[in-house]
């Protein structure tokens, strides 16, 4: 069964700084790792997919990288800003228990604050 | 906006109470999904359904009740709920088999007095 770890849990940092967040899977059978970003109360907004064949995608301030093999990918994130504060979730696309269907497996989150 | 509407926003029932949430997809899409996110727990994968098709059942209870008519709409039908069951319901699309992006909806906050 699919397993994934973030770490950490939780972060604060001052504005304009880079960092890293971390995610780790069990299973390293994956099609695909997608990350979100989630702010209080909403939906999951997707902010980067990382096919199982690549190695990093980039978007803006945004970095993800990818070793399958290892079963981690790391978000880095860019000289931060106050409107990055949210829940940053990591989930990884394999196929289900019952093999019939694929199924995001999230993990915990990690949750960003940012201060100005 | 992404593409995936979900209705109610908001909902509180009681127990005994018989309510349904809506999800819509405008993206053509042919996979549709329900997850539950409760607190501090990760989200959890309830049903899959592939070109109107159910194709995953994660061991959900009898009182949460999928009902997909077209790859476009994604109903759960909700009765006799637990106070436990309070959370928050996701929709979620994706093309299968593409290996492309799942888009979210801005879920129902769902509350069971």
């Known amino acids: 069964k699919q397993e994934v770890t973030q770490i950490p849990a939780a972060l604060s940092v001052p504005e304009g700084e880079n960092l890293v967040l971390n995610c780790s899977f069990t299973d390293s059978a994956i099609y695909n790792l997608q990350w979100f970003r989630q702010d209080p109360g909403k939906g999951l907004t997707s902010l980067l997919l990382?096919?199982?064949?690549?190695r990093e995608q980039t978007s803006g301030r945004l970095n993800a990288s990818l070793d399958k093999s290892s079963g981690r990918s790391t978000l880095y994130i860019a000289a931060s800003q106050p409107g990055d504060s949210a829940t940053y979730l990591c989930a990884v696309s394999s196929l289900s228990s019952s093999g019939s269907a694929r199924q995001l497996t999230f993990g915990s989150g990690t949750q960003l604050t940012v201060l100005p | 906006e992404t593409g995936v509407t979900q209705t109610p926003r908001h909902l509180v029932m009681g127990m005994t109470n018989k309510k349904s949430l809506k999800c819509e997809q405008h993206?053509?899409?042919?996979?549709m999904y329900w997850y539950k996110q409760s607190a501090k727990k990760p989200l959890e994968l309830m049903f899959v359904?592939?070109?109107?098709?159910?194709?995953e059942n994660n061991s959900v209870p009898s009182r949460f009740s999928p009902e997909c008519p077209n790859s476009s709409h994604l109903f759960l039908h909700l009765h006799t709920l637990q106070p436990e069951d309070s959370a928050l319901y996701l929709c979620?699309?994706?093309?299968?088999?593409?290996?492309?992006?799942?888009?979210f909806g801005q879920g129902t906050r769902l509350t069971v007095v």
């Open positions: 993206l053509g899409h042919n996979a």
């Open positions: 979620a699309s994706s093309q299968e088999a593409s290996n492309t992006e799942a888009f």
């Open positions: 359904y592939n070109f109107k098709e159910q194709t």
């Open positions: 990382i096919q199982s064949s690549q």
